[in-house]
Each structure stands twice: as structure tokens, then as C-alpha cells.
């Protein structure tokens, strides 16, 4: 672990990016991936007392523990038994990188296999009444299939899902380097690299245990989910009933154009997901948050908010505009932020909740997979130079209210 005192920043001494895995997995399954039940079913069957597992899952939660060896209430017979069954820890290496006079931490982490996930953990510190937060945003893939062509995580391509443990270790390191401060993880958003409701079970399996008093202790009511519109994942969340809230990045409200922004629209439209989206606030009570990555030129017409206001109208959601990270190979940039107001202040007029909200770390490169694709090399030039201008012609296209004829991404369309 590189770890760096706050306000210094310094490039990252270079994690190898496996754009494909490099090494075999490690298949010994996480600590943190396991109820505990497991944890004290595993102790049981071999005839160790239940304090043992007690004192395994105080170490895994405790968070001062970074490995095994550190953990000195265990003899080392049963640390040896232990370790070569579970992985104390799922992250091989991370770095950091700050931003925004330390109020930013950007961690890379890599995995068993040397694929590389992103994790951001952001410092608001206490203003007027409101107490201090801190909030980590998380990786559910490595990779994404669904491909939005703003994120660089989408270009990067799908690799797999994470484990339950690789999940909820990129909280587990926020938590220590919090800990060490006398500090605690209050928030947590699933808006790294992935689409969480691709990866439903393990993220379902890394919630429970986020969520739960005897393991991580965080109220669902400080986790956020967020996807790009996978509604039967949205139902299923909803059926389970906690209430999490759910974000939905919705970019456009026009299917001409969502299907080139979020191309998984082309499988689920985007009345169908703010449908589900509903029908998820009216169950939990929740409001529903719309994110929307402002693309200059792109979405960011009066147009645009009209259909917006339009198809939230009477919702109980709020919409969040970010103005969009600049992301390399692509052609596009950010909307300015006085047009940004101008799209807020329409929206509000016609009697949506919107906020504005400026992204953490662009300096370190903070939109999710970006830090990854740096790592990842560049594509050949003739490669970037195709991207952009089918993005060209795609985003003309729907601009001129033609849907797409490309097909669903691949992995992505099934229910
Ligand atoms: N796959 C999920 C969660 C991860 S992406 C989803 O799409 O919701 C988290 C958020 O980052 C999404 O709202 C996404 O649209 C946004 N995002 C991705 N690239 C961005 C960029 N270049 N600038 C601003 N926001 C971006
Ligand atoms: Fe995947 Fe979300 Fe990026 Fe789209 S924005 S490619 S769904 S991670």
C-alpha cells in the first residue's frame, strides 16, 4: 500500500494495467465476502471454538488490521489453517493519488488476477449545520459491457465481475486509512468502474454486508446504487424492498439519443426505466436520483430539458447535472457552466429538483475507469480517429431523432 500524506501528490509509480488478466486467480475466497454464519460454520467444522471466529471477524471489521500477520489474539497454527483457505485481504496493491488539497483520495487497486479497479473516497468537511461526510465510491467490474461512449470505462471494454470481498475490500482500505484518523466512512455510492446491476448477486452480497451491524454497520439508507437502466436488476432491487437509494444515470430523455449515450437503451428505453425507477421510490419511499452527464452541444439544448421536465414530471426524483470529465478519445466536452444553470434553472421552472454538481478530482482524473485507461496505453491513432467520428455521426444521427440500428452491447440485453 503507497500511502501519501494529505496535500501531496505524486504520479503513481506504476501499477502494471492488465488490460486482460495477467495472472491466474487467486480462487481462495475473501473474508469479507462471508456471512457470519459462514465465517462461524467454517471454525465449527473444524472443531475450533466460536470465540475463534468472533476474534477473525472482529479483525476483518475492526479496521486496523491490514493482513493476518498483524493480527497477534490468533495463534499462528490457525492463522496458517486460516490463510490458506481465505484471503485476508482481495486487493494484491493500491495507490493513491490526491486532489483537491487532499479533500480527494483516488485509489488504484489491483486484483489477484492483475486487473486494475478504481475507488474514490471524497472528504466533505462539516458546513452551516450539516456534519462532515465522507463518501467512497466503489467498483462493481472490472471494465463495463455496456459501453457509454462518454466513459472511460466503457471504452475500456467488460473484463469481469468482481467477488462479493473485492467489493467491499475497496471499502474496507477506505475505512482503515479513515481509522487512522479517528475517522469513519459515513456514504457509500456505487459509481465506480462497472454496472452494479450487472453484477446483481455479488453486489447484493457486498450490500448485506456493508449494511449489516455485526459486519460493516452502514445504514442503507447511506448506500447508493447506481445504474444505467438495467430494469429487471431495478426490479429486483425494489422487490427486496431496503431502502438504498437508486440512481439512475439517465444523460438524455430522448431515445434517439439516449440509445447512442447509454446504448443498453436500445434494450431497455427509458420510459421502461424510469417506470421501474417509480415504481422503486414508491415502494421504498425514496427519492429517486437522475443523473445527468452534461455533453456540450449534445444534451444540454432547452430542448433537452423540456423532454426531461417532461418525463419526470410529478416523479419523486431529483436530477444531479455533471458536467462531463473530459474523457480522452472522444470528441466531446463539457457543457459550460452558465448553460448548465440555464438547463437547471428550466428545470426547476417546470417543477423538478435539480442540482448542480461539479466533479471531485478531475485533476487526478476521477470519472470512474479513468485512471485505468491511462494505465491501459493508447490505441492506435487511426483507432481514436474512427471512435470519434462514429460518435460524430452516431450523436448527429440521433440528434436528428433517428434511432440507432446498432445492435444491444453484448451481455448486456439478457433479462
Ligand atoms: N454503471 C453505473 C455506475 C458507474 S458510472 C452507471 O452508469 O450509473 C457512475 C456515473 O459516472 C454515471 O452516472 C456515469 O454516467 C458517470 N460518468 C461516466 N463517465 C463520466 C464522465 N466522463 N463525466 C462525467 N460523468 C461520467
Ligand atoms: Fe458502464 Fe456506467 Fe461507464 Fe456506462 S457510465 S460504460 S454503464 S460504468
Not at 481509522?179 to 448477486?201: H, I, Q, S, Y
Not at 439519443?257 to 446504448?263: H, K, M, T, Y
Not at 456540450?296 to 447535472?321: F, K, M, Q
Amino acid at each position: 500500500m503507497t500511502e501519501l500524506q494529505p496535500q501531496v501528490v505524486v504520479p503513481f509509480r506504476g501499477l502494471r494495467l492488465a488490460p486482460s488478466a495477467t495472472t491466474p486467480r487467486d480462487e481462495r475466497p475473501g473474508l469479507a465476502g462471508l456471512t457470519t454464519d459462514e465465517l462461524a460454520g467454517w471454525f465449527a467444522e473444524r472443531g475450533h471454538p466460536a470465540f475463534r471466529a468472533r476474534q477473525v471477524a472482529n479483525a476483518v471489521w475492526g479496521h486496523r488490521h491490514a493482513s493476518l500477520d498483524e493480527v497477534t489474539t490468533l495463534p499462528v497454527p490457525l492463522k496458517e489453517e486460516l490463510g490458506a483457505a481465505f484471503r485476508f485481504d482481495t486487493v494484491e496493491d493500491s495507490e493513491l493519488r490526491l486532489a483537491d488539497g487532499g479533500l480527494t483520495e483516488k485509489a488504484l487497486h489491483r486484483l489477484s488476477d492483475g486487473l486494475l479497479v478504481e475507488s474514490v473516497l471524497m472528504h466533505y468537511p462539516a458546513r452551516g449545520g450539516a456534519r462532515e461526510r465522507h463518501t467512497l465510491c466503489i467498483s462493481s467490474q472490472a471494465g463495463c459491457a455496456v459501453g457509454c461512449p462518454f466513459c472511460a470505462t466503457g471504452e475500456l471494454g467488460y473484463e469481469r465481475d468482481l467477488e462479493t470481498a473485492e467489493i467491499v475490500d475497496q471499502v474496507r482500505h477506505a475505512a482503515r486509512r479513515l481509522a487512522r484518523d479517528g475517522k469513519r466512512l459515513t456514504n457509500v455510492v456505487f459509481m465506480g468502474m462497472g454496472e452494479p446491476l450487472l453484477n446483481l448477486d455479488r453486489v447484493l452480497e457486498s450490500i448485506a454486508a456493508l449494511n449489516d451491524a455485526d459486519r460493516f454497520g452502514l445504514g442503507a439508507r447511506h448506500i447508493t446504487v447506481s445504474t444505467s437502466g438495467v430494469v429487471p436488476g431495478i426490479r429486483r432491487l425494489t422487490a427486496l424492498g431496503p431502502q438504498f437509494t437508486l440512481a439512475v444515470s439517465l444523460h438524455a430523455a430522448r431515445n434517439a439519443l439516449r440509445d447512442v449515450l447509454v446504448p443498453l437503451n436500445r434494450r431497455w428505453p427509458v420510459e421502461q426505466v424510469v417506470e421501474a425507477a417509480r415504481e422503486h421510490a414508491e415502494t421504498t419511499g425514496r427519492r429517486v436520483t437522475y443523473e445527468v452527464t452534461m455533453i456540450d452541444g449534445i444534451n444540454d439544448t432547452d430542448e433537452d430539458a423540456d423532454a426531461l421536465a417532461e418525463l419526470l414530471r410529478g416523479e419523486h426524483a431529483h436530477v444531479n447535472l455533471i458536467p462531463m470529465n473530459a474523457v480522452a478519445h472522444t470528441p466531446w466536452t463539457a457543457t459550460p457552466l452558465p448553460r448548465v444553470e440555464q438547463f437547471a434553472a428550466r428545470l426547476r421552472s417546470a417543477g423538478v429538483a435539480t442540482t448542480i454538481r461539479i466533479n471531485r478530482g478531475m485533476e487526478i482524473g476521477a470519472a470512474c475507469g479513468q485512471l485505468a485507461a491511462e494505465h491501459a496505453g493508447q490505441p492506435a491513432p487511426i483507432v481514436v480517429q474512427r471512435r470519434r467520428e462514429r460518435l460524430v455521426d452516431e450523436s448527429a444521427r440521433a440528434l436528428r431523432g433517428e434511432r440507432s440500428d446498432e445492435p444491444v452491447p453484448v451481455g448486456v440485453g439478457d433479462d
